[in-house]
């Protein structure tokens, strides 16, 4: 694996499927937060910034063909938010990302497609190699919704909750946040006494598809 301080360049690497869409890998790095309390109360994920932007998307990048798709998401997540764990290799799903620039295109010439893994964190960087362009930020899992950009993160954090809980989980979230990208302040901490009241027993399968802007 590249040196935490120099990013993949370029694209010569790069998969494609038969469709010609771009492959794509990322995680949901997270944490349990030290003391007592059960999963939700004690989880955070991780979640980074991007250029020019004010909210918070989950590490994620191409697909290279001299790696796993494992590897991939490893990767992607070292040099964008300088962290390393152990990947969990269930997917959490499989989405399709479409560019602003072919969002009226029903080509998939600029889109990709990818799929998104969990990742337990076991070390954090200092430095890492995208540091100028990435910060990062660790959230309550249950806050990290009005904070996420596109519905496909909302999706893969129910993926992710069902993951490690063992049940299968669909949050209803308050959006309005994210959706206006002005107040990114998380919402009133929800601890697992919400739970039942915000969930409902159903959770799209891995291989249902969100269409977003990236």
Known sequence: MASPLLARKGRHRQRYDHENY???AGCIPYKLKEGTGNLFDRLEV???STPNR??????????????TIYEAACREVLEEAGVKG?????????????SKSSEMNCSPTGACKGQVFALEVTEVLDS??????????????????????YDWMREALDSFLS????????????????????????PQDITSTDISSMCMIQLPTSTERAIALC
């Not at 909210?55 to 990048?61: A, L, M, N, Y």
């Not at 152990?86 to 479409?98: A, D, P, Q, T």
């Open 46 to 48: 991780l979640m980074i």
């Open 128 to 149: 890492w190699a995208e540091q100028s362009s990435h910060t990062r930020r660790w959230v309550p899992v249950m806050n990290a919704y009005s904070l996420c950009r």
């Open 54 to 67: 004010s909210d918070f998307v989950f590490p994620k990048g191409g697909w290279e063909n001299d790696e």
């Open 163 to 186: 993951l490690l809980s063992g049940q299968k989980i669909t949050i209803i979230a308050d959006v309005t946040a994210a959706a206006t990208n002005q107040d990114l302040t998380p």
């Open 86 to 98: 152990i990947i969990n290799k269930r997917s959490l799903g499989e989405w399709v990302f479409r």
């Open 22 to 24: 771009r492959l794509v």
